[in-house]
């Protein structure tokens, strides 16, 4: 049994934390996001000409760079943590570091989320 125990241990510890992580950026491309249009926008110059350009196309990958950007800003305080620890595995606590930038970064798409609808 301590192998399943070690196995249910590693999956909450590690991959549940990434699992809530990539959901929480995922939630940061929505169009709700006040970054939406300017990503968009920038969007627009590079895809321009390309089969990317297409309106269902072009709105998912505006949301998925936002997303991404939104991973990769985020995971910049964890791998300072790592580095400053000389860690060279992610742990649990960098991981929630990690979940936290992200959470941050995603504040403000998730306030216009939860925020009533005004008329």
Same mark, same amino acid.
């Given at each position: ?19 809530? %992580? ?13 970054? #939406?249009?300017?990503?968009? #926008? ?7 000409? @390309?089969? #990317? ?8 990958? %505006? ?6 950007? %939104? ?19 992610? %742990? ?9 930038? @992200? ?17």
């Amino acid at each position: 049994m301590d192998g399943v125990e070690s196995f249910r241990e590693r999956f909450l510890k590690r991959h549940l934390l990434v699992a809530v %992580t990539l959901g929480v950026a995922y939630a940061a491309g929505l169009d709700v996001s006040p970054a #939406f249009d300017a990503v968009s #926008f920038y969007l627009a110059s590079f895809a321009r000409g @390309t089969r #990317f350009f297409h309106p269902e196309v072009f709105y998912h990958l %505006t949301s998925l760079a936002i997303s991404v950007m %939104t991973l990769l800003l985020a995971g910049v305080p964890a791998a300072l943590y790592e580095r400053a620890r000389g860690l060279q595995q992610s %742990t649990p606590a960098s991981l929630l570091i990690w979940l936290a930038a @992200t959470l941050l970064l995603t504040l403000p798409v998730l306030l216009r989320l939860l925020a009533p609808m005004e008329e």
